[in-house]
Each structure stands twice: as structure tokens, then as C-alpha cells.
């Protein structure tokens, strides 16, 4: 279980995170599982990470802090099985690994011809075991709702047992019959907080996925501490989420480095929020 306390650095630099013990997790509320976008950020020693650590060993640390992570590494291609397997292990119990489609099939393919490819994504996922989570199908901006009958059938052929999201970038997706498409699919839309898509607060399903994004200009590079105040933002997201605990939904929920600048810290100060710290 995440530990209610709180690890305060001296530098004020450094941001105050989750301490737990090492071995099994749990989120920090029942059914409310929020993590980051990767974990991988060398620029988080110091924070996340202790100096010098070496990049084998961040998930480990990652994991002593939160319960769960969006693997970012999956859009640029399906990894290997030994890749999978090597996660699986370091996770501990109660882990769960969100990861998105390969661009790949939602980007250069648009979910056309590509049913081999998911499928073999899907099978390699798979080896996560119970430490699987949500599958994320992030579509490309230019993807608009003309597209509803393809996706509609790319979603159909997926192999049944793991968890789905989707997530549209274009406009002509608000206001469309996604959300029963979704609904009918038991697939999750996800639920975005970024500067080209209104905020839309609805679950199509059992589980919510939230995704805290930003501008990846505005922060580009140097993610050591919070740059830029959502205290307002994120109280609106606490609304949702209070809400959809009281439904007994599942809840994920990811911060990306461009949200604030540092993600940890986002999820940290969400927590906070929702616990009255003003």
C-alpha cells in the first residue's frame, strides 16, 4: 500500500514523493491507480531516483512509488517477449503496466491490413500476466470521425480478455456516436486534459483511462520539478474521479512530463488536492 507519508528533500527543487516497501503494491484508494507516462527519465534522479542509478534498475524504483505505469516504449514498436517477461518479474504484485498501440498500426497503418500486428501485440502484452492493464489505442490527429467504421471493425477483430482504450485527437469526434460504439465494445474513450480537445468526463464502460497531457513545447527538456500551477485543473479532475469512485469504477489515470514538467509531482499534488491540501 502507498504509505500516507511523504519524503520531503532539502533541495526545494526536489519534489516530495510516495514512500512504500518494496515487494507488493496497491493504489492508493481502492480502485484509483495513477501512475506516469514511462518511466525512464534519467532527469528524475533526485526525485523518483537516487543518483546514479542505472537505467535497469528505474521500473524498480518506479515501483517502490506508485502502482502502475503508461509504457510509452510500446508506441515506437511491440517489444520482445524477453522485454515482457523482465517486467513482469521486476513488477511487484498488485503492478499493473497500461501500454499503447504501436504507431505502427494507429499511425502509418490507420488500423487497415494490420490485424496480424495487433493480434501479435496483444499475444506479447499478454506475458505481463496479472500485471496487465488497459491496451491504449491512441489515434493520430488527422484520424477523424469519418474513420468510425474502421475503427469499428479493427476493434471487433481484437483478441478478447485484455482491457481497451481509445483516444481521439480530432475534433469531429465530439458530438459523434463514439461513446456507443465504445459502450457496445466495453471499450474505454479516454479522457484527456490537452490544449487541442475539450475535456469530456463521461465512461463508456467499467473503467475509466485519464490522460493528463500538455503542450510538449512548452516543457521541453529538464523534467526536475513542476514549472507551471493546474491546482485548478486538477480539482476538476478530482470531481470526476470522486464521481466515478462512487459509481465503483476502475480508474486510470497518467500524467506526462508536459503536463507541469514533472510528472510524479503531478500525480503527488493531485493527491494532495484531494485530500483538501490547498
Same mark, same amino acid.
Given at each position: 500500500m502507498l504509505a500516507?507519508?511523504?519524503?520531503?528533500? =532539502?533541495? &526545494?527543487?526536489?519534489?516530495?514523493?510516495?514512500?512504500?516497501d518494496a515487494g507488493e503494491v496497491s493504489p492508493p484508494e481502492e480502485g484509483l491507480y495513477l501512475g506516469t507516462s514511462g518511466w525512464s527519465y534519467a532527469d528524475w534522479e533526485g526525485t523518483?531516483?537516487?543518483?546514479?542509478?542505472p537505467p535497469g534498475g528505474r521500473l524498480t524504483e518506479y515501483a517502490r512509488h506508485f502502482a502502475t505505469v503508461e509504457i510509452d516504449s510500446t508506441f515506437y514498436g511491440?517489444? !520482445?517477449g524477453s522485454t515482457v517477461e523482465r517486467w513482469r518479474r521486476i513488477a511487484p504484485t498488485g503492478f499493473?503496466?497500461?501500454?499503447k498501440f504501436p504507431q505502427e498500426i494507429t499511425h502509418e497503418k490507420n488500423l487497415i491490413g494490420c490485424k496480424e500486428a495487433a493480434d501479435n501485440f496483444v499475444r506479447t502484452m499478454q506475458g505481463l500476466e496479472d500485471r496487465l492493464g488497459p491496451l491504449l489505442l491512441q489515434l493520430p490527429p488527422d484520424f477523424t470521425a469519418e474513420g468510425m467504421e474502421v475503427l469499428?471493425?479493427?476493434?471487433? =477483430?481484437?483478441p478478447e480478455g485484455p482491457r481497451y482504450v481509445v483516444e481521439v485527437r480530432h475534433r469531429s469526434w465530439v458530438g459523434s456516436e463514439? &461513446?456507443?460504439?465504445?459502450?457496445? !465494445?466495453?471499450?474505454? #474513450?479516454?479522457?484527456?486534459?490537452?490544449?487541442?480537445? &475539450?475535456?469530456?468526463?463521461?465512461?463508456?464502460?467499467?473503467?475509466?483511462?485519464?490522460r493528463w497531457l500538455g503542450n510538449r513545447r512548452e516543457f521541453p527538456s529538464g523534467h526536475t520539478h513542476l514549472k507551471k500551477d493546474r491546482d485548478d485543473d #486538477?480539482?476538476?479532475?478530482?470531481?470526476?474521479?470522486? !464521481?466515478?469512485? =462512487?459509481e465503483r469504477k476502475t480508474i486510470f489515470a497518467y500524467a506526462n512530463n508536459h503536463y507541469q514538467n514533472h510528472s510524479p509531482s503531478t500525480v503527488e499534488r493531485f493527491l494532495e488536492l484531494r485530500r483538501g491540501d490547498r
Open positions: 500516507s507519508g511523504l519524503l520531503v528533500m =532539502e533541495d &526545494p527543487q526536489q519534489i516530495k514523493l510516495f514512500e512504500e523518483v531516483y537516487p543518483p546514479a542509478t511491440t517489444p !520482445r499493473l503496466f497500461a501500454a469499428s471493425t479493427f476493434l471487433r =477483430e481484437l463514439l &461513446p456507443e460504439l465504445l459502450g457496445e !465494445r466495453g471499450v474505454a #474513450l479516454t479522457l484527456v486534459d490537452y490544449p487541442k480537445m &475539450p475535456r469530456l468526463a463521461e465512461a463508456t464502460t467499467d473503467f475509466a483511462y485519464i #486538477l480539482l476538476w479532475w478530482a470531481g470526476v474521479v470522486d !464521481r466515478f469512485l =462512487e
